[in-house]
């Protein structure tokens, strides 16, 4: 489903505000409107008494403790605070061990439990797209998404990786603490699966018009993975789509990730097609 086919929304059914709605947010250093629109357009699909709001703070400790005090329900974490925020919950699900990073709390009467659904994500789509964990990659990025991505990889089963990476120090330490090659430019590299997880291609940014690989690299690949999710269609998956490759987009990463939030926080499982929808009515 594309941006421009959103389906018709149905009749709102979901209670008006009052002093039992429970409340979501999440926290920014620039908040975006994909969550505030993906979880309230669930919200009313599912009558639910809910409603999410984003916010910025300079205060951590503070919001972190708003949260809890409050009964705020649930709490996307964004950059900057993904990881300073380990110290301020109370439980570490597998997923934010795995990569000492925080994407998601949820509250539980006072008790914090911290999740990763980037790395969940990552994951699930590796599953979906049933790759071949003996398949070698390239990945791109040495960042916390980087991170997430590369640890899924690791997790299930993806043995022969190497990251690329400029940044000598942050680079050689990932592929270091998860058993893979590094080096600082892909070059003339190749491998079955590429994966990009840096700006290259991100509306807006410096290199919105370029490709993370080379369309030698792409031809030699069979599945391209970007994480960019904004455009859905980047420069490496219009290439990639053009060459006949497996694609996974950045669109699908970001829509599964505020999936899994959203079951966590209300227990509820959308579909494919509603989050699809979701997804679609988020980036309209």
């Given at each position: ?69 409050l009964g705020i329900r649930g709490c996307s974490v964004s950059m900057p605070f993904k990881e300073d925020v380990i110290a301020l ?196």
């Open positions: 489903m594309t941006d421009s086919t959103i389906p018709p929304r149905a009749t709102p059914t979901k209670p008006p505000l009052n002093k039992d709605t429970r409340l979501c947010i999440s926290l920014a250093a620039r908040p975006s409107n994909f969550g505030t629109r993906f979880h309230n357009y669930l919200y009313e699909q599912f009558g639910l008494d809910f409603v999410y709001k984003a916010f910025t703070s300079t205060d951590l400790a503070g919001a972190i403790a708003g949260v809890r005090a919950v109370d439980e570490l699900d597998a997923s934010a061990t795995a990569i000492q990073s925080v994407n998601t709390i949820v509250n539980d009467d006072g008790y914090l439990r911290a999740y990763n659904t980037d790395y969940i994500a990552a994951a699930d789509l590796l599953k979906s797209n049933n790759l071949d964990p003996a398949t070698p990659f390239l990945l791109r990025g040495s960042g916390g998404m980087a991170k997430a991505v590369a640890a899924a990889l690791r997790d299930s089963g993806f043995a022969a990786g190497t990251i690329v990476a400029r940044n000598e120090t942050r680079g050689r330490a990932l592929a270091d603490e998860l058993g893979y090659a590094w080096l600082a430019e892909p070059g003339e590299a190749t491998a079955p699966l590429l994966v990009n997880v840096t700006p290259i291609g991100m509306a807006g940014g410096a290199q919105a018009t370029e490709s993370a690989f080379t369309a030698a690299a792409i031809a030699a690949a069979d599945t391209v993975f970007d994480v960019v999710a904004l455009p859905a269609e980047t420069p490496l998956i219009l290439a990639a789509r053009a060459a006949g490759k497996t694609v996974i987009t950045g669109a699908e990463v970001i829509a599964l990730q505020a999936a899994e939030q959203f079951e966590r926080y209300t227990g509820l499982r959308p579909t494919n097609e509603q989050v699809r929808a979701a997804s679609a009515f988020a980036r309209a």
